[in-house]
């Protein structure tokens, strides 16, 4: 499972203890520090580091048996240096790139790279994987571009008889929609988390958020008419109005928003109003007579019979549900409750 920028805000540790208890064989990460705070945790399976590393956090893979990407022959050389130095055998994947042009190799460049990794003494090659650039959208053509690039790939390795290890090329939407690309891993992160990684991808049973986000009403007000709400003076009412103050604002990971979004309150979408704070924000509960002082809100997440979203609150940046979920602030505790 991929619990990178705090597993996507979930609480890294808490998240792979439960993913290792739930029989997940290896972890990734994007960071050197993530993964340290990993085995610090004293998690030890194996954790796979996306991207690219300076000559001293190859130092700390090699001394933290960390699995990380060697793509170009300086590093490939410099690593096998380190390790046969230290008398050591470095664990490394290579990355293809496949379109996304992003990191690793470019797919019709690999040969060399490759026929100098499976070179190497002290570098065991144990693992080659591509990434895509858009699973989990309807149209698949660059998907299946990037998969018979890669596939390319794994037959020259094949042919030339280099064992290149475990083979992975797909996240969350990959996984989903194109099975022939699954190899012999996945690398999924958002859908583990219960969050499909788009509205269009397929749906299988079982996918439910795991997080949830609440705070409660800390006041309660009666708007006259002609009263402003909020910095900037944004909303105005027209005629009475109750409202709720929430202390919650985007200092705590919601979006900054005028007049935009709901939260749930006593099962009900109450309306932001006004521009929301960095620790407050107004919302209207005129139609919710039952809404008392220190009633639970909720704003991502089921109250009743209703349900908002991670892709909600992102339209209301115009962004991913991926942000929204990585987004909320450490002043948000994280409370864990155990699935039933
Ligand atoms: C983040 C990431 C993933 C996980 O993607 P999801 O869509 O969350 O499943 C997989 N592979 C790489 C290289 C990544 O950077």
Redesign the pocket.
Same mark, same amino acid.
């Not at 005629?239 to 005028?258: F, N």
């Not at 115009?318 to 155990?338: E, H, M, Q």
């Given at each position: 499972m991929?619990v990178?920028d705090l597993a @996507?805000g979930h609480g890294a540790i808490p998240v792979a203890q439960h993913a290792v208890k739930a029989g997940c064989k290896r972890l !990734?990460v !994007?960071t050197m520090d993530e993964a340290i705070g990993l085995r610090d945790a004293g998690i030890k399976v194996p954790i796979l580091i =996306?991207g690219e590393r300076t000559t001293e956090e190859l130092k700390y893979c090699l001394k933290e048996s960390l699995t990380c990407f060697v793509n170009d022959a300086a590093t490939i050389k410099a690593y096998d240096k380190l390790a046969s130095q230290e008398n050591l055998r470095a664990i490394v994947h290579l990355e293809i790139d496949s379109g996304l042009s992003r990191y690793g190799v470019r797919w019709s460049e690999a040969k060399a790279v490759i026929q100098l990794l499976a070179d190497q003494k002290n570098l065991l090659f144990t693992g080659i994987m591509s990434?895509f650039a858009m699973s989990d959208e309807l149209d698949k053509t660059f998907a299946n571009e990037q998969l018979r690039r890669f596939n390319e790939v794994l037959a020259w390795i094949t042919g030339n008889n280099i064992t290149a290890g475990c083979r992975h090329m797909c996240?969350? #939407?990959g =996984?989903l929609d194109l099975p022939q690309a699954h190899f012999d891993m996945v690398?999924? #992160?958002?859908?583990p988390l219960g969050v499909y990684?788009s509205q269009v991808c397929r749906r299988i049973q079982g996918i439910e958020p795991i997080m949830s986000v609440k705070t409660k009403v800390a006041a309660i007000r009666v708007l006259q008419p002609g009263d402003t709400v909020g910095y900037g003076m944004r909303y105005e009412a027209t005629e009475t109005r109750r409202i709720a103050v929430l202390p919650v604002g985007y200092g705590d990971g919601y979006p900054r928003v005028r007049n935009a979004g709901h939260v749930l309150i006593c099962g009900k979408r109450a309306p932001i109003i006004g521009g929301n704070a960095m620790d407050a924000m107004m919302v209207d509960i005129t139609d919710i007579p039952q809404a008392q002082v220190w009633d639970i809100v909720t704003l991502l997440g089921k109250q009743g019979n209703d349900e908002i979203n991670a892709h909600e609150i992102a339209k209301l940046k115009g962004s991913v549900s @991926?942000d929204i979920l990585a987004g909320w602030r450490s002043r948000l505790p994280r409370i864990y409750k155990d699935s039933p």
């Amino acid at each position: 499972m991929v619990v990178k920028d705090l597993a @996507y805000g979930h609480g890294a540790i808490p998240v792979a203890q439960h993913a290792v208890k739930a029989g997940c064989k290896r972890l !990734a990460v !994007a960071t050197m520090d993530e993964a340290i705070g990993l085995r610090d945790a004293g998690i030890k399976v194996p954790i796979l580091i =996306f991207g690219e590393r300076t000559t001293e956090e190859l130092k700390y893979c090699l001394k933290e048996s960390l699995t990380c990407f060697v793509n170009d022959a300086a590093t490939i050389k410099a690593y096998d240096k380190l390790a046969s130095q230290e008398n050591l055998r470095a664990i490394v994947h290579l990355e293809i790139d496949s379109g996304l042009s992003r990191y690793g190799v470019r797919w019709s460049e690999a040969k060399a790279v490759i026929q100098l990794l499976a070179d190497q003494k002290n570098l065991l090659f144990t693992g080659i994987m591509s990434h895509f650039a858009m699973s989990d959208e309807l149209d698949k053509t660059f998907a299946n571009e990037q998969l018979r690039r890669f596939n390319e790939v794994l037959a020259w390795i094949t042919g030339n008889n280099i064992t290149a290890g475990c083979r992975h090329m797909c996240n969350s #939407g990959g =996984f989903l929609d194109l099975p022939q690309a699954h190899f012999d891993m996945v690398r999924t #992160g958002i859908l583990p988390l219960g969050v499909y990684p788009s509205q269009v991808c397929r749906r299988i049973q079982g996918i439910e958020p795991i997080m949830s986000v609440k705070t409660k009403v800390a006041a309660i007000r009666v708007l006259q008419p002609g009263d402003t709400v909020g910095y900037g003076m944004r909303y105005e009412a027209t005629e009475t109005r109750r409202i709720a103050v929430l202390p919650v604002g985007y200092g705590d990971g919601y979006p900054r928003v005028r007049n935009a979004g709901h939260v749930l309150i006593c099962g009900k979408r109450a309306p932001i109003i006004g521009g929301n704070a960095m620790d407050a924000m107004m919302v209207d509960i005129t139609d919710i007579p039952q809404a008392q002082v220190w009633d639970i809100v909720t704003l991502l997440g089921k109250q009743g019979n209703d349900e908002i979203n991670a892709h909600e609150i992102a339209k209301l940046k115009g962004s991913v549900s @991926y942000d929204i979920l990585a987004g909320w602030r450490s002043r948000l505790p994280r409370i864990y409750k155990d699935s039933p």
